[in-house]
């Protein structure tokens, strides 16, 4: 059984690009969360996507967007780099209904802005 | 700001010893505590978790104490192994919500 797959596993990009980051959920979760972890830090909570509609909002700007596709994968856009982007990015999957209790992570995006 | 504090942010135990991991927190409408385990390289992944209305939940070696009228929580983890060695985090979060509020995290280290 599939867990939660991210991709690509490390990247890094140059401050002011944009950067697009990808998570398939977990075979049978409908909902899709994204966390920040910044080093040495717990993670943080960027937005909630389920039908494809972003659900909930975290304290992040708007350079910070996302998308949820039919198939329920999503994607995590982050427009104008800042260092201070740097962060192992998490994307949890989870079956509405249950909610939080039924998250699963994946093992992340290394982002590293230069 | 951080809904939930947790401490101390590192410990080291020898193995078979006991690490205690305490957590605090303020938004009584938090009615789900988690503790995640994390590797390196890795997403956290849920250990033990436990709700108010329970004081204590062990499994295996790993036991969650509650303490409603305190607004605490900790995590005990019995006769502690070197794979044990890992970041833990706990969290919070209430049945209204969709999202997690993660502590800062603790890493421990079991020496042989």
């Known amino acids: 059984d599939a867990g939660v797959t991210q991709s690509p596993t490390h990247l890094i990009k140059t401050r002011g690009q944009q950067v697009t980051l990808r998570c398939s959920p977990k075979s049978g979760h409908d909902t899709v969360s994204w966390y920040q972890q910044a080093l040495g830090q717990g993670p943080q909570f960027i937005f909630q996507y389920y039908e494809e509609e972003e659900r909930q909002r975290g304290n992040f700007p708007d350079r910070f967007s996302g998308h949820q596709y039919p198939n329920y994968s999503s994607e995590l856009n982050v427009n104008a780099l800042l260092l201070g982007d740097s962060a192992l990015y998490l994307c949890a999957s989870s079956l509405a209904g249950f909610g939080v209790p039924s998250y699963t992570f994946g093992s992340g995006t290394r982002l590293t802005v230069v | 700001q951080q809904q939930v504090k947790q401490s101390p942010q590192s410990l080291i135990v020898q193995k078979g010893g006991i690490p205690i991991i305490n957590c605090a927190y303020e938004?009584?409408?938090?009615?789900?505590f988690p503790w995640y385990q994390q590797f390196p390289g890795k997403g956290p992944a849920l250990l033990i978790a436990?709700?108010?209305?329970?004081s204590e939940k062990k499994e295996g070696r790993f036991t969650i104490s509650f303490n409603k009228s305190a607004k605490q929580f900790s995590l005990h983890i019995m006769d502690s192994q070197p794979g044990d060695s890992a970041t833990y985090f706990c969290?919070?979060?209430?049945?209204?919500?969709?999202?997690?509020?993660f502590g800062a995290g603790t890493t421990v280290t079991v020496r042989a």
């Open positions: 938004n009584t409408a938090f009615d789900y």
């Open positions: 436990i709700r108010p209305d329970v």
């Open positions: 969290a919070a979060s209430n049945s209204n919500d969709y999202k997690l509020s």
